[in-house]
């Protein structure tokens, strides 16, 4: 049995487009349930997603618990033994608040990598294969959003190419999410019930491809 | 001091992607493993990669990613319905880079266009005398339509010329006079007046370096090449390196030999150098000079046996494929344990020869 962890935002949560953090798409119904559906028997996946998560930044408003760093070592731990991670985060951390430019978060997301790759809990202490998810860029209308995430569509458009020099570079795996998907126009920024099947279908035939020995 | 593992990444990789292959980029030996091991087995999976490689499965994801995005290579339909997960089948895409070859034989030259997997997109004949000046315009003149042959769109895509030139001093002295010095002369005034980068190789190399990496030679690591032209020429390959002796030895058992029978018998051998599907029979002529050539081949092998056991033999030539597999079967009937095979790159193995040489000086391991 292998295990893969999803470890994402509310996109992972299965937020409903333009509804509260309580308002959710069913197990089955948001990426990471797809994804196992797709993927079959011989495959756990745990799903870990939280709305308002950034990579590594607590939130001054939200919350110290909002950081995705901090929670890391905890999951991967509680978790373990992981064959694959999949990390799909980067939108809140465009929040105004945080005025950071799309490379500091995809660099975040890199020292989320080298948490991973220092715990190693992979089988056998080894480092897991670890795949880097681009969000799909948000929409240019964010509803009361605005002044939240004032700038951010704009900086969305640019974490495709950031995150994936940054996958390059540490030699990881990466799927732009963008080109399976897109936002929905309710809130600009969360992906509807159809946009988490093309996205957990897509996933499921990019952790594939990353080519399994069998298992002995 | 930053800790460096938070320094900037290099964005290097991915921000030349768009620019097409004009642009130098150096590749990382690990891409160019990918790329040689695709070269030899079409449609394998990343796992297997990885398998035979020895790199990691992220390692091959990003080199894997990059050359896909860059069209080099190609993603095949997951295959499913069989035990495990289902795979997704990886090639070099035949679109993602064009060669041009040209060879300079005794009485023609040949260019040809060809494109990633080694097919022959376009093809061109020059009798001698066009070539007898280099600055002849029709030399030239060729050269350009095979690059015109391809849509101005994929001129990008073009990652060089090769060029295969006589070294065999035998050979030499059939072509006509100060060839070598022209010959010498050939790379710089190809660069400038057609502007891609040259490469130049020895003629029979090159043929050997064709069959290696797009004929029949793909799968073998060692073997005895032979190369059937206006003479007979060998050449060693030992662990899919081929031995390039500057001290070239030729024997004079080739084609120009059979025109010689043939015209002693009072026959004309105008079709032997035309180059069609098929010779008509030559008769006791060529009996009397295929018993010839196998005589030569025989003790070319028998020769080398003491110093390396060679188990495989490789015969190429522009000569018809039926001639090349005729000679082969008697080869391997009077030489128990040898396998004789004719080469399947059946127009101008040199030049084709020639066109892998940017490929391999570009994106292939040596």
């Keep these: 049995m292998r295990s893969v962890l999803c470890y994402g935002d509310s996109n992972t949560h299965g937020q409903v487009p333009g509804g509260t953090p309580l308002d959710r798409y069913g197990p089955a119904e948001r990426w990471p349930g797809v994804m196992a559906r797709e993927l079959g028997v011989g495959w756990h996946v745990i799903e870990e997603g939280l709305s308002g998560r950034t990579t590594v930044r607590d939130d001054p408003i939200e919350g110290a618990h909002k950081n995705g760093r901090t929670y890391l070592r905890p999951c991967l731990q509680s978790h373990a033994v992981l064959d694959l991670v999949i990390i799909m985060l980067g939108t809140n951390d465009l929040k105004a608040r945080f005025n950071q430019p799309a490379s500091e978060v995809a660099m975040a997301m890199g020292c989320l990598v080298y948490e991973i790759k220092e715990l190693k809990p992979g089988p056998g202490g080894s480092v897991p294969e670890i795949m880097i998810v681009s969000p799909p860029p948000m929409l240019d209308d964010i509803k009361e959003w605005r002044s939240i995430f004032a700038g951010a569509p704009e900086k969305s458009r640019q974490l495709a190419l950031e995150f994936e020099i940054i996958a390059d570079s540490l030699e990881v795996h990466f799927f732009d999410a963008g080109s399976v998907v897109t936002c929905d126009p309710l809130d600009g920024f969360h992906i509807n019930g159809q946009a988490h099947v093309s996205l957990g279908r897509a996933l499921a035939r990019e952790v594939e491809a990353i080519g399994w020995p069998d298992e002995r | 001091m930053p800790d460096m593992r938070f320094a900037p990444p290099n964005p290097l990789r991915i921000a030349d992607r768009a620019s097409g292959l004009n642009a130098v980029s150096v590749r990382s030996y690990n891409e160019r493993l990918v790329l040689s091991l695709l ?98 315009p029709q030399f030239m003149t060729a050269i350009a339509k095979a690059i015109a042959d391809l849509p101005r769109h994929l001129h990008s895509r073009i990652a060089g010329i090769g060029l295969a030139l006589p070294g065999d001093e035998a050979e030499l002295e059939l072509t006509p006079k100060a060839a070598r010095e022209r010959f010498d002369a050939l790379q710089e005034e190809v660069e400038r007046e057609i502007g891609y980068p040259v490469y130049v190789q020895n003629d029979i190399t090159a043929a050997a370096g064709g069959e290696s990496m797009f004929g029949v030679a793909k799968h073998l690591s060692d073997y005895l090449f032979f190369y059937l032209g206006a003479r007979l020429h060998s050449r060693l390959v030992l662990n899919h390196q081929i031995y390039n002796t500057t001290a070239a030895v030729s024997f004079d058992v080739g084609i120009l030999r059979l025109e010689q029978e043939i015209r002693k018998n009072g026959n004309s051998p105008s079709e032997l150098w035309e180059r069609r599907a098929d010779w008509p029979s030559f008769g006791d002529a060529e009996i009397a000079w295929q018993r010839e050539l196998l005589e030569q081949m025989k003790s070319s092998i028998a020769a080398l046996k003491p110093f390396v056991p060679v188990a495989s033999v490789v015969l190429s030539s522009y000569a018809p494929q039926a001639v090349c597999k005729a000679i082969c079967r008697e080869l391997e009937q009077a030489m128990p344990g040898i396998s004789a095979i004719a080469g399947n790159i059946e127009r101008s193995p040199k030049a084709v020869g020639a066109a892998g040489l940017p490929f391999s000086s570009r994106f292939m391991v040596e």
């Design chain 2, 39 to 136: 070269l030899q087995s079409k449609d394998i999976t990343r796992l297997e990669i990885g398998e035979r490689t020895g790199l990691s499965a992220q390692t091959v994801s990003v080199i894997v990613r990059s050359l896909e995005q860059e069209g080099l290579i190609a993603k095949g339909e997951a295959q499913r319905g069989r035990v495990g997960p289902p795979t997704v089948p990886i090639s070099l895409n035949p679109e993602g880079a064009y060669s041009v070859g040209i060879s300079v034989g005794h009485r023609q030259v040949e260019v040809v266009l060809v494109d990633f997997v080694g097919s022959i997109r376009s093809h061109t004949v020059l009798p001698f005398s066009a070539a007898q000046d280099t600055n002849h």
